[in-house]
């Protein structure tokens, strides 16, 4: 961005609440043509939001209706992440409002992320579709190093949820707690495990509690974003749906509810959305502009 250039709006709005207060707050640049990395670090930084998100023209392969694809970037206050669900959801709501609900498409780092955004009676709510996820395993070592930056013995894990790194346009660590009160208690080794997740290239570490069948409590420490804990997290929940799918922990035909912020103070839901014969996994949440 120029020194001449004037600075572009920056709006704030929240996702996977209807509430300003709940949720997951992020930045909303809907027109960054003039601005660099730089800028868009410096913006996010001064933010201190977890993610902010930046739009410009869409390439010219994207597809979707004219007037409603971009291209999208998202940014930490530390640094660039390749794929955030919670800012695509406040993107747009963002939009709907002065475009009208309906089919969006954004083009991102790991690929193309379709969205389509409804009102219903006065509150918006914009479902995304992610890239097509995959699971691996995580070497013994690696999940020692992350239980002890965590301060969580082994037998705090529930057993029936194996630790594994899922993905759904990023890497998330998911950890299972046997109990909601080991879930509560989080109070982690910052650089410790910020370490840890720069060498294994993780987004966040998602922990999870199972409330019941299809519902479940998550938390997500965010130390590569220089955040402590992201309060709502659109692509862990994603990463997470496609988890319990692939492991039978839940049906190949599904609906999710995950609750994340509570803890914070800032309570969201994420609906998360599995369906028989596709791959990918809709996350579901409202929105609201931060006055």
Not at 21 to 40: E, I, K, Q
Not at 177 to 204: G, K, P, S
Not at 234 to 258: C, H, I, N, Q, S
Request: aromatic content about 6%.
């Amino acid at each position: 961005m120029t020194t001449n250039a004037p600075r572009p709006e920056v709006l704030r709005y929240t996702a996977f609440s209807s509430a300003p207060d709940g949720g997951n707050p992020a930045g909303v640049v809907l027109d960054a043509t003039a601005l660099d990395d730089n800028d868009m670090l410096a913006i996010a930084a001064d933010l201190g939001y977890s993610e902010s998100a930046f739009l410009t023209a869409p390439p010219e392969d994207l597809g979707g209706q004219e007037g409603r694809a971009y291209s999208i970037r998202y940014f930490s206050p530390k640094a660039e992440v390749p794929f955030c669900g919670h800012a695509t959801v406040a993107t747009a709501v963002a939009l709907a409002e002065r475009i009208g609900p309906g089919e969006l498409v954004f083009a991102t780092r790991v690929g193309a992320v379709p969205v389509e955004v409804a009102e219903e009676g006065g509150t918006v709510r914009a479902t995304l579709t992610s890239v097509e996820p995959h699971i691996e395993e995580i070497a013994d070592a690696d999940l020692t190093e992350a239980l002890a930056a965590l301060g969580w013995p082994a037998a705090d894990l529930d057993p029936a949820f194996p630790p594994r790194i899922a993905f759904a346009g990023a890497r998330h660590l998911v950890l299972a707690a046997a109990t909601r009160a080991r879930l509560a208690d989080l109070a982690y080794d910052f650089a410790r495990l910020e370490a840890l997740m720069h060498r294994l290239d993780l987004t966040t570490v998602q922990l999870v509690w199972r409330e019941s069948a299809t519902v479940f409590h998550v938390r997500d420490p965010f130390p590569v974003g220089g955040v402590v804990e992201d309060p709502a997290t659109g692509a862990a929940a994603a990463a997470f749906g496609a988890y319990a799918r692939e492991l039978g922990l839940v049906p190949e035909d599904a609906v999710l509810t995950l609750h994340q912020g509570e803890d914070l103070g800032r309570p969201g839901e994420l609906t998360v959305m599995l369906r028989t014969g596709d791959p990918r996994v809709r996350v579901s949440g409202t929105g609201a502009r931060i006055s």
